[in-house]
């Protein structure tokens, strides 16, 4: 939960930062605070939470490759959330918005990336009576 903090406010911080001090374009703007955001969580998990999961603590760029792809997955689940309740059901308010893409939205996404940051990104390799460890852990 602290990596996913960190994460957010990387994100978040970042974001401001260059829409408000520098007057950035905001898709411009969050696609590099995304990316950093989705860097800093990369590398708490990797060193931190999953570090000891059956893999040497290290960095690996095709685990950082699966986890923004895994990242990438869980923001068009909520830009989706988003679209159908804004531009299909017309629900236009700016709490209608804020509950499709920050309440059912980011908790689908944070679903989808918790799936697939155990399974696809940090899935441990180790036998566990013939198969694979199970994700309880």
């Known amino acids: 939960m602290f990596v996913g903090c960190c994460a957010y406010a990387v994100d978040l911080v970042l974001f401001l930062v260059l829409r408000g001090r520098f007057g950035w374009e905001p898709l411009t703007a969050k696609a590099l605070s995304f990316l950093a955001g989705s860097t800093v969580a990369y590398l708490g998990n990797a060193l931190g939470t999953y570090g000891g999961r059956g893999r040497a603590r290290r960095v690996a ?8 792809g895994v990242n990438t997955a869980g923001a068009v689940v909520q830009l989706l959330c988003l679209a159908v309740s804004h531009h299909v059901l017309g629900l236009t308010s700016a709490r209608a918005d804020t509950v499709a893409g920050l309440g059912v939205g980011m908790l689908l996404a944070t679903c989808l990336r918790f799936w697939g940051t155990r399974t696809l990104v940090f899935g441990s390799t180790e036998p566990f009576g013939g198969r694979r460890r199970p994700w309880t852990g």
């Open 61 to 68: 760029w095709r685990d950082f490759a699966a986890f923004f």
